[in-house]
């Protein structure tokens, strides 16, 4: 029985795919330069930064503050398509794709540089 169970755990361990096969997002910065944040600050935090500067400019009026999504947009974009949406090499999509999470803020907010991409309406 136990052997039976081992063996079905290393052929499980077998068919799983390797980190290896999985393609590294394309973190590309179209415009480098200095970031408002550090970037693993903005890796594990620029959801908690953008929705905090959501409340701002919504209850306070506060607009093209230094979190704010077209700031992203204007350093992020493509240089190509002038998105970061649209393609597994832009920048925001790449990083959702890779880590299997939704990106949804442009369902709602769709920037000059984002209407070109095909972002949804």
Same mark, same amino acid.
């Given at each position: 029985?136990?052997?039976?169970? +081992?063996?079905?755990? !290393?052929?499980?361990? +077998?068919?799983?795919?390797?980190?290896?096969?999985?393609?590294?997002?394309? /973190?590309?910065?179209?415009?480098?330069?200095? &970031?408002?944040?550090?970037? $693993?600050?903005? #890796?594990?935090?620029?959801? $908690?930064?953008?929705?905090?500067?959501? $409340? #701002?400019?919504? #209850?306070?009026?506060?607009?093209?503050?230094? @979190?704010? +999504?077209?700031?992203?947009?204007?350093?992020?974009a493509s240089k190509e398509?002038?998105?970061?949406?649209?393609? #597994?090499?832009?920048?925001?999509?790449? &990083?959702?794709? @890779?880590?299997? /999470?939704? +990106? $949804?803020?442009?369902? &709602?907010?769709?920037?000059?540089?984002?209407?070109?991409?095909? !972002?949804?309406?």
């Amino acid at each position: 029985m136990r052997h039976r169970l +081992l063996t079905c755990l !290393a052929l499980a361990c +077998l068919a799983m795919p390797t980190l290896a096969e999985v393609p590294k997002p394309a /973190v590309a910065i179209a415009n480098p330069g200095q &970031c408002v944040a550090p970037a $693993d600050v903005m #890796r594990r935090n620029h959801m $908690d930064l953008l929705k905090h500067q959501r $409340d #701002r400019t919504l #209850r306070q009026g506060e607009r093209g503050a230094k @979190y704010s +999504l077209n700031a992203c947009i204007e350093c992020h974009a493509s240089k190509e398509n002038g998105s970061v949406l649209g393609a #597994r090499e832009n920048f925001c999509e790449s &990083c959702h794709s @890779y880590i299997a /999470v939704k +990106l $949804d803020c442009f369902e &709602c907010h769709q920037p000059k540089a984002v209407k070109t991409a095909g !972002a949804r309406p």
